[in-house]
């Protein structure tokens, strides 16, 4: 499709003699033709009668191999209508091309995404980003860019010096070594019901924070024991996941090199002390609140940590440094890289890739109450229900519950657009009929069965129905969906696209036999089943859900 676009383009720049854009190329309705371009555009940089420039135009376009007519519509359209046999060939070729027809970017990209912390299990609030950032590191990858993906934890901060000081004054009926993410969640909830009667336990859980930062021997043998402990943990949920990063990393590693580097900015005249001794940060532009970005104790901050990676990155090289990390950090973010700009820390290529808030019918959760809704515990629940709701829908039992459930949660929180928040709804989830991730598994798997039922050697030969048609259409918009979601860094792009190919696939299937026709038609039709097998193969991989060869 990107190449027909390119041509048209090109061609039509050449009559109109104007600059036209890929992106002005349209899709109309079908009656309307495969294309179409306004050229009331041209005519308003022209000064000409849009109708008028639309028909001379026409006249020299027939001239293209691949267009079959041309109409002009309205006020001054002009609606192409391809030789669907040569624009199905092409699409054909683009598919089975290297990359599948996807433009491929040059550059390298720090992906920052998960970053949980350290001493509690992942909860609701890391399920959409953990689902956001691995789709965007498979999928910045397909286009060619040279992406790392980092895990930069949490483990630092009072968090820690509430588990430390549970730990070695409050009582647990869990035990650390049989179950240390429950062990360590029990006597952090704990820890907030006590201080609620006694404050004076918080400022003993921050000088337990700040020994660690100090590398108090106790404090970091009980920091290393509780970190490697969690780390473990994760390390099974993300194999669960199909979660890879290259590299993982943590507050812990930077903050004394972050420390060194605001002295330094103070040294320079970039950061000023306060009157409480912190050292602050006042913005040039009244825009944005002022930022503390060490504390007057030495203590460092997230936005202290923050921005030593991000000077830290600039130095390692990479083109785009991005950030997976909900919108209720949007002020943290664009104090960071207005702090850095001002200060001469390259920022441009940095980017916070904002994102809404998961909802559950089961309502909010405060890990300090000990009301916690775990990742886990909603894929869990996904995998039973998907059972039940095969048994129902397709009336089969499942031998791929698993891949089904987390593949189910997984599309669900894809497929809206990243920066609106979401209601998690299980029966629309977990449906193996309609907008969601079993659907599109069990669509891929019926493709694979037809292909499965014959020898014959698909070809796409011969004239191409209406039904058949509208699906190779459909199949021809992968290679610039995928490049659609990398530039907008929108994964929500390339799940609904895959939707609605499923749906134009099942409105195929139920229309058009495939196995028993004639040799020509049975080895055309064979060749779309196998595109689309292909198509949804790659696209459920960049979402990360797994295609099944049954279900």
């Not at 021809?476 to 792009?493: D, I, L, Q, S």
């Not at 055309?524 to 099944?548: N, Y």
Request: proline share 3%; hydrophobic share 35%; net charge negative.
């Amino acid at each position: 499709m990107i190449a027909v676009k390119e041509e048209l383009a090109e061609k039509l720049e050449e009559i109109l003699e104007v600059e036209v854009k890929e992106d002005d190329i349209e899709i109309p309705e079908d009656e309307h033709g495969d294309f179409a371009y306004p050229a009331m555009k041209a005519a308003s940089q022209k000064e000409e009668n849009p109708r008028k420039l639309a028909e001379e135009a026409s006249e020299k376009l027939g001239a293209l191999d691949i267009v079959e007519r041309v109409e002009v519509a309205g006020p001054g359209y002009l609606n192409f209508h391809l030789d669907r046999e040569k624009y199905a060939k092409i699409i054909e070729d683009i598919l089975e091309s290297e990359n599948m027809g996807v433009k491929q970017k040059e550059g390298s990209i720090l992906l920052e995404f998960s970053s949980p912390n350290i001493a509690k299990p992942m909860n609701i609030g890391h399920l959409r980003n953990n689902a956001l950032g691995d789709s965007l590191r498979r999928t910045l990858s397909f286009v060619g860019y040279d992406v790392t993906a980092e895990n930069y934890i949490g483990d630092l901060g009072t968090q820690f010096g509430k588990v430390i000081y549970g730990h070695k004054n409050i009582e647990s009926e869990k035990d650390f070594e049989e179950e240390p993410i429950e062990y360590m969640l029990d006597i952090y909830v704990k820890f907030h019901d006590l201080a609620e009667e006694n404050t004076e336990i918080e400022h003993q859980a921050q000088e337990w924070a700040k020994k660690i930062e100090k590398r108090d021997d106790e404090a970091i043998r009980l920091w290393k024991k509780f970190r490697s402990a969690t780390l473990e943990y994760h390390r099974d949920e993300y194999e669960r996941l199909g979660i890879k990063f290259d590299r993982i990393t943590g507050e812990s590693t930077v903050y004394e090199d972050a420390r060194e580097l605001v002295k330094q900015m103070v040294e320079e005249g970039k950061l000023e002390h306060d009157e409480d001794g912190s050292i602050f940060y006042e913005f040039k532009e009244d825009e944005l609140p002022g930022a503390v970005v060490l504390k007057a104790d030495g203590s460092t901050l997230y936005i202290t940590r923050d921005l030593y990676n991000l000077k830290k990155r600039n130095e390692e090289g990479f083109d785009h440094n991005l950030y997976v990390v909900a919108s209720e950090q949007e002020l943290h973010f664009k104090q960071l890289f207005q702090i850095a700009e001002e200060s001469g820390i390259e920022a441009e290529g940095s980017e916070h890739l904002s994102y809404g808030m998961l909802n559950l019918p089961e309502g909010s959760m405060s890990t300090r109450k000990g009301l916690i809704i775990e990742q886990s515990e909603i894929f869990d629940r996904a995998i039973e229900i998907a059972e039940e709701k095969a048994e129902e829908e397709i009336n089969r039992s499942l031998e791929n519950a698993e891949a089904i459930g987390i593949g189910a949660v997984k599309y669900s929180n894809l497929s809206v657009s990243r920066k609106k928040d979401m209601e998690f709804d299980w029966d629309t989830a977990l449906s193996f009929q309609g907008d969601s991730g079993p659907y599109l598994q069990y669509s891929n798997t019926r493709a694979k069965s037809i292909l499965g039922k014959t020898e014959r050697e698909p070809e796409l030969s011969g004239a191409l129905t209406r039904e058949e048609y509208r699906l190779v259409k459909k199949l021809g918009e992968f290679p610039e969906k995928v490049g659609e979601t990398a530039e907008n860094r929108e994964p929500a792009k390339i799940a609904n696209y895959l939707s609605n190919l499923c749906e134009e696939f099942n409105s195929f299937y139920h229309s058009s036999r495939v196995i028993g026709e004639n040799e020509e038609t049975e080895k055309r039709r064979l060749k779309i089943v196998k595109l689309f097998s292909d198509v949804t193969d790659q696209g459920m991989k960049l979402l990360g859900i797994e295609p099944l060869e049954e279900m």
